[in-house]
């Protein structure tokens, strides 16, 4: 049997502005990208502090050391530039070795800057 388990987590990032005219996704500091082994295109799963909002997109990577954090098009509705938000991955992987992954958790400052992290072992996917 598989099951899905949180791969990545970038945990309290700070909206810095909403496109609603934008084609979709949300630009993401590549630094964070890289730290939370988050791909470009890649499937985010997207939970609003501020609103409870829950929505899914996929990321699109913004210059490294940037702090950005842009949502974009019809996930504008759903967060505002100042919104603190958690940004998660999801893989599949067998039961067996669930049990002894680890996900990448990314935690950051009020400036979007990485303040510590823990990396997860992303063999098991």
Known sequence: MKVTMLKSKIHRVTVTHAELDYEGSCAIDQALLEQANILPFEQIHIYNIANGERFTTYAISAPRGSGTIGVNGAAAHKASPDDLLIICTYGKMKAKKAAQFKP???????DNSISHSSHGHLAAL
Request: proline residues 14%.
């Open 104 to 110: 990448a958790l990314v935690y950051v400052r009020p």
